[in-house]
C-alpha cells in the first residue's frame, strides 16, 4: 500500500501583550491560585496515552490563521505558485477536525480520516423487533443503527477529538502498555451537559477558569485479539442507503454525551471494522482504469475533499454583512490549496500534490451544513446556501437546486 506525506508549513503568531502586573497580584491572586490548583487536578484526572504522542497543530501554530488575508481573494498568476495550505481530518464523524501538518495517504483518504461515527439506535416495533423498513439497506441486510450527522444535530461541531498513536521514542513507551497495544488512542471531549446548580464550589470555579468539559478515550486502531479480548460486538451500522458491519465501542461512551447532543434513543459509537470499508462507483474512476475500485470508511462518498481557498474568499465576500468570515472549515476539507483563481478548479480532472496524481471525480454538492457555524455551533438560517443556490448550481448530476462548493477526490495509487 502506498503512502504520500502531505505537508504545509505555518509561522508563529506574535506574543500576546501582557497585562499589568499590579492588576493581577491586587485582584486576581486567589483566583490565579485556584486556577493553577485546578490545572494540577485537571492534568491528574486526564491523563496522557502512555507510550503515545499527539498528533496535529494546535491554533497557535495553524496554517490558517491568516484565512481570511486578502492575499487569498484572487488566487495566484501561475500555477508554480499553487500551495496545499492546510490538512485537515475528521476522526469522529462531523465532530470538529483535527489540523495536521502532515498526512498519510492511503485508499480511502487522509488516514484517521472519518473511521468513527457516532450512531443512534433506531426505533422498534411494538413487538421489539427492528423496523426493517426504516432500518434495511439496498442489500437487504438489516441494521439497528444509524449514523449522527451534524447536518440535524450542529451541537456535534462542539465535540472535539486528538488522535494519539504509538510511539517508540516516549519515553513511557513499553510494547505491553494498553494504549500501544489498542494502537493509539481517540480522546474525545465535549460540554457537560448537566446544571451547573447541582456543582460544589469547587466545581464551579473548574466550570469558570478551564471551561466544564467531559472527556473519554477510545481505542485507535484495535486488533482483532483486541477486540475479543474487550467483547466488541461486530453489527451493522448505516450509513445513508448503506450498512457495512463495524466495531461497536459504545461501552466507552459516557450517558452525559447522549444528553449534550439530545439524543432520544440509545447512543452509540462505532469504529469501520476491517475489510468493511464502502466501494464507490458513482463518478469514480473505475478499477479497470485505476487498478483499484475506489473505497471510504464512513465519509459520505468519497475519499478525499478539496478546498480552494481563494473559492471560499470570493463566496464570503458576497455575503459579508450577512455572515461576516466565512471560513473554509465549514466545508470541512481534507486538502485546503491557495493559489489558484476562485472556481478553477471546477474544471480539473486530475492533479498531482507531490509526486503523485489524484482523480477528481465530482463536484462537491452542498447540504445546508455549511451554515453550521463549527466554533458555536450557530445555524445561520439561509447562508451561505442561500448565496451558493444563486449562482453555484452548475452541476447535471447534482440537480438544479443543488448548489456545489469544492472538488470529491480518489488517489490515484494504492
Known amino acids: 500500500m502506498a503512502l504520500l506525506k502531505l505537508e504545509t508549513f505555518s509561522s508563529t503568531l506574535p506574543a500576546s501583550v501582557p497585562v499589568p502586573t499590579v492588576i493581577i497580584l491586587a485582584i486576581c491572586i486567589l483566583p490565579t491560585i485556584i486556577y493553577l490548583k485546578l490545572i494540577n487536578f485537571t492534568s491528574k484526572n486526564s491523563p496522557k496515552p502512555q507510550g503515545c504522542r499527539k498528533l496535529g497543530l494546535d491554533q497557535t501554530n495553524s496554517n490558517l490563521k491568516d484565512e481570511y488575508a486578502k492575499k487569498y481573494v484572487k488566487g495566484g498568476p501561475s500555477s508554480d505558485q499553487w500551495r496545499v495550505k492546510s490538512l485537515w481530518i475528521y476522526p469522529l464523524k462531523s465532530c470538529k477536525g483535527v489540523e495536521l501538518h502532515q498526512a498519510d495517504v492511503i485508499p480511502t483518504g487522509l488516514e484517521y480520516d472519518r473511521i468513527f461515527s457516532l450512531a443512534q439506535l433506531r426505533p422498534t416495533s411494538a413487538t421489539g423487533q427492528v423496523t426493517s423498513a426504516t432500518t434495511s439497506s439496498e442489500d437487504g441486510n438489516i441494521a439497528k443503527w444509524a449514523f449522527l450527522t451534524q447536518r440535524n444535530m450542529p451541537l456535534m461541531t462542539l465535540i472535539k477529538t486528538e488522535i494519539w498513536i504509538p510511539d517508540p521514542t516516549s ?225 447535471e448530476g447534482a440537480g438544479p437546486k443543488l448548489a456545489c462548493l469544492g472538488m470529491q477526490v480518489v488517489p490515484g495509487f494504492q
Open 171 to 395: 519515553l513511557t513507551y513499553t510494547p505491553d502498555l494498553k494504549d500501544v497495544q489498542s494502537g493509539g488512542v481517540l480522546i474525545v471531549k465535549f460540554p457537560n451537559p448537566d446544571s451547573s446548580s447541582n456543582m460544589t464550589i469547587f466545581e464551579r470555579w473548574k466550570s469558570l477558569l478551564l471551561g466544564q468539559e467531559i472527556t473519554f478515550s477510545i481505542p485507535l486502531n484495535p486488533t482483532e485479539e483486541f477486540i475479543r479480548r474487550n467483547q466488541y460486538p461486530i453489527e451493522r451500522m448505516r450509513i445513508w442507503k448503506e450498512s457495512p458491519m463495524a466495531i461497536n465501542m459504545s461501552q466507552h461512551v459516557p450517558e452525559q454525551l447522549r444528553r449534550f447532543l439530545g439524543v432520544k434513543n440509545e447512543l452509540g459509537l462505532f469504529r469501520v471494522g476491517s475489510g468493511e470499508e464502502r466501494e464507490v462507483f458513482r463518478c469514480a474512476p473505475r478499477k479497470e482504469h485505476l487498478g483499484y475500485q475506489p473505497l471510504v470508511g464512513f465519509a459520505d462518498a468519497y475519499p478525499i475533499h478539496i478546498q480552494n481557498l481563494a473559492t471560499v474568499r470570493d463566496l464570503g465576500q458576497r455575503i459579508e454583512q450577512e455572515l461576516p468570515h466565512l471560513s473554509v472549515l465549514r466545508f470541512r476539507p481534507n486538502i485546503i490549496i491557495t493559489g489558484p483563481k476562485p472556481y478553477e478548479e471546477d474544471h480539473w480532472t486530475l492533479i498531482r500534490i507531490g509526486n503523485q496524481v489524484y482523480h477528481l471525480a465530482c463536484r462537491t454538492a452542498r447540504c445546508l451544513l455549511p451554515n453550521v457555524n463549527p466554533d458555536t455551533a450557530a445555524k445561520h438560517p439561509v447562508q451561505p446556501d442561500r448565496a451558493m443556490r444563486s449562482f453555484r448550481c452548475i452541476d
